[in-house]
């Protein structure tokens, strides 16, 4: 893709900090802002073979595009960055001013790249409806963690990760700083001046790097993505499918992670699944699929999909895992499909061999819902340490009935579902004093954008 800009390491004319004039007026990308080359092996994954497409992320869960590079935020490598530097709070400030028209802002930074730069239309979902959220939600999520370094930088690196299965490359990243610059230059017209776009290209420079570099590092370590032939595919209810998929290269993950996923009906559309097993010998991956309306990679899992079908998966993310170091007991919350990554992180625990106690609430609307349930008591009856409580709503929520049965605070909890149940499972632990480093779950943010 000739797209933007590259401007080969070290050249570039003003560099971070000496923007001049607005980039919004540039007609091509390229002039402030120049990634250095990444050690290791240049650049990121090309497009696939037989021009798939590829997007990026941002949070682990669906749709993403190379956009969200545009993150705010983290000033300097410094991780200076934070706290309340001039530059965080310029940035801050320029936020707050384009939220209320943040629809249009984002709609004119697509126009604004594609126009530039016909050849990166092609990274991306032919429908951008999703995309344009998740842009402005990697924006959003970055000035949020601007005062925490550590955060900000981990946020970064693992949506830099997340990119290379869209074919995201070095290259690709000035040409959507400077569409993000042009963007925010004709919406924040009350905060912009010259020392604000000084302060974006730096934070820009900065994020964008950092993203480039988690790209290479991972370019080390394994491919972009990886093909996945479906081998079974079951129909547990008239809207859950349980898929199993063999990978076409060894696929290492760790039970309580997730994985993207495009289905070849929906290219460059990605969802997040959990695995729904622990890693086993043959190297096959299950995951739970509930179709949900409007769902197109979910409807396409459950009512099309079927053996011989090839998937593509991103790597394995999420940190959702069992310290194997302890011994302290295991308090798992699984509602509806939920219950996925706390069967993987159950056979986990049976393949350590350590017996530890283990409690599972598995939570659904009905009877009918609780597609999984034989799974679970098959396996409280081999291994006397777990136990498996089903939940069917009634007069008491979930995470109520959860509560009721503790005390809870010596064990370590795992809350997996619906964002609302996690959300209302941390209020109920939290207020039966399980300190917040206990409560593990998967990204909120991530868990809302990842329905469909
Ligand atoms: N398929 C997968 O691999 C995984 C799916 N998820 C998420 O799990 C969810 C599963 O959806 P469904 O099966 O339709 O679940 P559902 O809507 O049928 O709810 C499952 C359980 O959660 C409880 N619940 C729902 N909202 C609640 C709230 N606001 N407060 C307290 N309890 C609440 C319900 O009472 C029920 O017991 C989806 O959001 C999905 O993204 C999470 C991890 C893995």
Partial sequence: MNAATTTPAGRGSSGPGGAEGSAGDQGAAGGWFTPRTPAGPPGNAPASPGGERVRPPAAPATQPPPAPPAASGVPGATAAAASGSPDAIRIRRTLAEVAPVADQMTSYFYALLF???????????????????????????????????????????????????????????????????????????????GETEA????????????????????ERKGPPWWHAEVVA?????????????????????????????????????WRHYSFAAAPRPDGLLTFHVKAVPAGWVSNALVHRARPGDVLRLGPPAGSMTVDHTSDSGLLCVGGGTGIAPIKALVEDVVEHGRRRPVEVFYGARTDHDLYDIDTMLRLRQAHPWLEVRAVIDGKTPLPDVVRAHGPWDEYHAYLSGPPGMIRSGIDALRGVGVPHERIRHDSLDELVAATG
Avoid: C, N
């Avoid at 970055?142 to 299965?165: F, I, N, S």
């Avoid at 490359?169 to 004709?186: C, D, K, M, N, S």
């Avoid at 302060?199 to 991972?218: E, F």
């Fill in 233 to 269: 595919h079951e129909l547990r209810t008239p809207d859950i499918a349980v898929v199993t998929v063999r990978p076409d290269q060894p696929y290492p993950f760790l039970a309580g992670q997730y994985a993207s996923l495009e289905t070849p009906w929906w290219p460059r559309v």
């Fill in 199 to 218: 302060a974006w290209i730096r934070t820009y420079t900065t994020i964008s790097q950092i993203m480039i570099d988690a790209a290479a590092d991972d």
């Fill in 115 to 193: 126009v530039r730069h016909p050849p990166l239309r092609d990274l991306f979902p032919v429908a951008m409806d999703a995309q344009r959220d998740r842009l402005l939600r990697a924006l959003l999520t970055a000035a949020e963690h601007m005062d925490d370094p550590a955060v900000l930088t981990d946020y970064l690196r693992h949506l830099g990760r997340g990119h290379r299965k869209y074919g995201t490359q070095a290259a690709h990243y000035p040409a959507v700083g400077e569409a993000l610059i042009g963007a925010l230059t004709r919406y924040a017209t009350r905060t912009w001046d």
